[in-house]
């Protein structure tokens, strides 16, 4: 019996037991990639569920599948499309088959922190970049943070030189790629499940990633250290599919687009604390954080940079000078 019970609760999903959405309920199936409880996306999805599981109760059931349990970001937006998931929240790295306007989050140093990533998006230009895909059948509703990617591999890396040679998993983004190749090493793009045993078994000898991450798949378990590089952002669209939504009764879609937005602001605005905690809890776990002079920074800097001039046109130069403007 205990042995049953603890497969029970592993296989739980987290907002409420498959099945148990009351009938005449619009079930919303929100699938997503990291653990329920201590990262920032995991956090919100479950928030959001609990306010849409109470406040529409009878109307709507939302129902959280993390940990890639439903479906990994390479399937789940083909998945959104066949109508068999409702709601996601990819990073914006995972939109590439979709459209290039996310490219510009993926620039290395193009945003100094997240304040300034949340500036942006809150943008004209920002806002309008939710419905590039509306054509092709997904519907972004809200971005959601989540922090700033630091490197880490099975050796230090202090001098951009450290990194030559070495394999290091990015999201399948092809500015990722450039940037990878810009450090003379070699991108492995590969679904974030399957990075913990990429790393364990050598597959690849390093990753880039938030401390939420690299806390919550345990990374740093497998590397010999993380350097707080702060080299990129990792943001999220919370989307939809254009026809579950548009098929919505209006008040139900008011509804829904008010919660989300609630949760949202709320969330975004506890992201930096959260990645705090995280990257303390990489330190109380025993691992190392190196962190790099000026001049080192500057190294990288000058290294990854130049990646910004192959993605100009994708990404518009007006919103560079945008986002720069930004940071100053
Ligand atoms: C990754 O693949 O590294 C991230 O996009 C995972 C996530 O959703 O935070």
């Not at 849409?52 to 129902?63: A, D, I, L, R, T």
């Not at 193009?110 to 309008?128: L, P």
């Not at 008011?254 to 905690?277: K, P, W, Y």
Request: proline share 4%.
């Amino acid at each position: 019996a205990l042995l049953t019970a603890a497969l029970l609760t592993v296989a739980a999903p987290a907002a409420r037991a498959e099945g148990a959405c009351d009938p005449g309920e619009t079930v919303i199936k929100f699938s997503h990639v990291t653990n329920a409880t201590k990262h920032p996306k995991g956090i919100a999805a479950q928030m959001f569920a609990d306010r849409v599981n109470k406040e529409m109760n009878g109307k709507v059931c939302v129902e959280v599948f993390p940990n890639s349990t439903l479906y990994n970001d390479d399937k789940v937006l083909e998945a959104m499309l066949q109508g068999d998931v409702q709601m996601a929240a990819p990073s914006l790295s995972k939109f590439e088959s979709f459209t290039k306007v996310f490219r510009l989050f993926d620039l290395p140093f193009m945003f100094k922190n997240i304040a300034a990533v949340d500036e942006f998006q809150n943008s004209e230009t920002g806002q309008k970049m939710k419905s590039s895909m509306e054509r092709r059948g997904l519907k972004g509703l809200e971005f959601w943070h989540s922090g700033m990617k630091q490197f880490s591999a099975n050796k230090p890396l202090i001098e951009p030189t450290d990194a030559k040679g070495l394999k290091f998993r990015v999201q399948p983004s092809d500015v990722l790629v450039a940037m990878i190749k810009a450090l003379g090493a070699s991108p492995q793009p590969m679904a974030f499940s399957e990075v913990y045993s990429a790393l364990q078994q050598g597959v690849v000898d390093g990753q880039e990633n938030t401390w939420s991450n690299i806390y919550g798949q345990k990374f740093y378990e497998v590397q010999d250290g993380i350097t707080e590089t702060n080299h990129g952002t990792l943001d999220y669209l919370v989307v939809t599919s254009t026809d579950f939504w548009d098929g919505l009764d209006p008040a139900v879609r008011d509804q829904l687009t008010t919660i989300l937005h609630e949760v949202t602001v709320s969330r975004n605005g506890a992201v930096t604390e959260i990645e705090a905690q995280n990257r303390q809890n990489i330190l109380d776990a025993g691992s190392k954080i190196r962190e790099l002079t000026p001049e080192q920074r500057a190294a990288w800097v000058a290294t990854m940079k130049p990646v910004w001039t192959e993605f100009v046109k994708d990404v518009g130069q007006d919103n560079i000078d945008a986002a720069q403007a930004i940071n100053a």
